[in-house]
Structure formats: structure tokens, C-alpha cells
Nanobody, 121 residues
Framework: QVQLVESGGGSVQAGGSLRLSCVAS?????MGWFRQAPGKEREGVAS???????DYADSVKGRFTVSKDNRKNTLYLQMNSLKPEDTAMYFC??????????????????WGQGTQVTVSS
């Protein structure tokens, strides 16, 4: 069982930045960030397999950057130029074995508790 602990959420004004972190307690094949706003379905934001294999939702391309520090087993999501529509609970996810990753939540078998991001206009 892999535990995922997110941190870094908060409240920021539109145009601001936040960096989310997710520490994994064990081996992960790939990791990703998902978000869920009230009344909406959970959506994939970014995924990381290794440095040359990342994926982003169209809505965040050019504004968000996913990265990983393998020494710390920590996934990051740098979020710049934040918009009110980015407001959501952000979840870290991981897949503990080989296979497809990407932005499909069903591909991940470990989930964190989430961290809230609120962007005001």
C-alpha cells in the first residue's frame, strides 16, 4: 500500500501561483494530479511517467508544470497564471504497477486526501 500526502494548496488571487507537492511512501510507476470542483466530475490535470513523458489537460497547458524529485519520491505541480476556474480540490494519484497512465483516473490505484485550491477574481 502506498500512501500519498499532498500539500501546498491555498487561496490566491487570479494571476497568482501555487505549488502543490505530493509525497509517496513507496514505489510508483507513474503519478498524476487530478481535480474536482463542486458539482463537477473529477478531471485529470497532469501526469508524470518520467521527464520526457508528461501529459496535461488542454485547460492548463502553458500554465501548469508537473515534475518529480525521485530522490524525495515527491511529485510537484507548479501552477502559474491561476484562474478562478482552477478552483477545485486537487488530488494526487499514483499507479503502483506498469501500464497506461495519462489523465484517466481509472488508471491509478492510489489516491491522496486532496488539497484545496481557491482562486479569487
Amino acid at each position: 500500500q502506498v500512501q500519498l500526502v499532498e500539500s501546498g494548496g491555498g487561496s490566491v488571487q487570479a494571476g497568482g501561483s501555487l505549488r502543490l507537492s505530493c509525497v509517496a511512501s513507496g514505489y510508483t510507476h507513474c503519478m498524476g494530479w487530478f481535480r474536482q470542483a463542486p458539482g463537477k466530475e473529477r478531471e485529470g490535470v497532469a501526469s508524470f511517467l518520467f521527464a520526457d513523458h508528461t501529459d496535461y489537460a488542454d485547460s492548463v497547458k502553458g500554465r501548469f508544470t508537473v515534475s518529480k524529485d525521485n530522490r524525495k519520491n515527491t511529485l510537484y505541480l507548479q501552477m502559474n497564471s491561476l484562474k478562478p476556474e482552477d478552483t477545485a480540490m486537487y488530488f494526487c494519484a499514483a499507479r503502483g504497477f506498469g501500464g497506461s497512465c495519462g489523465l484517466t483516473s481509472a488508471n491509478y490505484n492510489y489516491w491522496g486526501q486532496g488539497t484545496q485550491v481557491t482562486v479569487s477574481s
